[in-house]
């Protein structure tokens, strides 16, 4: 990749805290292919003490009604007592998603959308997606890109918003079930409609088969990996792909492919534009 992002030095900072190196004079990060058959799962990994403890099986009271033509405001509300499904039981929040400010009850001016998978303990806890160390080196990714999960859309652009496929936490990080995807899945759906974003980073096996499992029909069978380096489509948003960062944490040297997703979906916007 030649240097056309014009990288500051805090910029370079925060890649080097990404663990990204950047070669003058060209700026080229390192890309390795990714391994044939590779899974990225950040659920996957469960404490043997969460195993033992039975799922609360709560009272499921039927999602409302249109969903698809709710304001964000309502569908916030609605969110917060949704007990579409059993995952409603053993939460401590949902968690809706964070972003730029916005005017009481609209939906945030952005340009990216960042879909993750699912609330794990310290999100649903706090009530906001990508919190403690994943939460720290998705700031870095953003702040590498210029951007910040709360700044707002500069007329250059910008402007972040983060938010996962399920607005509930699994019980002891367990993978999401098909059916409380299903569940969820319409008020992501909304809120992309809302957002209106010009790219979306899909985090996660989960976000992206939510999100491309009706476009791509190959999806199920392409290792992770594979599905890396081109630009999909989502209600004609388009979405590149990318490693979650609590996976790259556990795999330190995915961080470079990481900043060539992000490189990717910045040189689709810009070329958008
Ligand atoms: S995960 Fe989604 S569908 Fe299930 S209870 Fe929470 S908000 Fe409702």
Redo the contacts with the bound molecule.
């Keep these: 990749m030649t240097d056309t992002l014009h990288l500051d030095k805090r910029q370079r900072a925060m890649l080097a805290e990404m663990g990204v190196r950047v070669w003058s004079p060209m700026s080229e990060a390192a890309v390795i292919d990714a391994p044939a058959g590779e899974i990225e799962q950040p659920h996957s990994f469960v404490a043997a003490s969460d195993l033992a403890k039975a799922e609360p099986v709560p009272t499921i009271i039927q999602?409302p009604e249109g969903i698809d033509q709710m304001g964000w405001s309502a569908l916030q509300s609605t969110?917060s007592s949704?007990?579409?499904?059993?995952?409603?039981g053993a939460?401590h929040n949902?968690v809706f998603g964070v972003g730029a400010l916005a005017a009481e009850g609209e939906a945030p001016q952005v340009d990216w959308l960042i879909v993750g998978e699912?609330p794990g303990e310290e999100e649903d806890l706090q009530g906001e997606p990508f919190v403690g160390q994943a939460g720290e080196l998705l700031d870095n990714m953003l702040g590498a890109m210029s951007l910040s999960r709360t700044g707002a859309r500069k007329p250059e652009g910008g402007g972040v918003y983060i938010a996962n496929v399920?607005?509930?936490r699994p019980p002891g990080n367990r993978n999401p079930k098909p059916e409380?995807v299903a569940?969820?899945l319409p008020?992501l759906e909304r809120q992309v409609a809302l957002l209106k974003p010009k790219m979306i980073l899909a985090m996660g096996r989960f976000a992206v088969q939510a999100l491309l499992r009706d476009s791509v029909p190959e999806l199920e069978g392409t290792p992770y990996g594979k599905l890396r380096g081109r630009v999909y489509q989502y209600q004609n948003v388009p979405v590149v792909v990318t490693y979650h960062p609590a996976y790259v944490l556990r795999n330190l040297p995915e961080k470079a492919k990481v900043w060539a997703d992000l490189c990717l979906a910045m040189a689709h916007l810009k070329g958008s534009e």
């Design positions: 999602r969110v949704c007990q579409a499904c059993t995952l409603c939460r949902t699912a399920l607005k509930c409380e569940q969820c008020y």
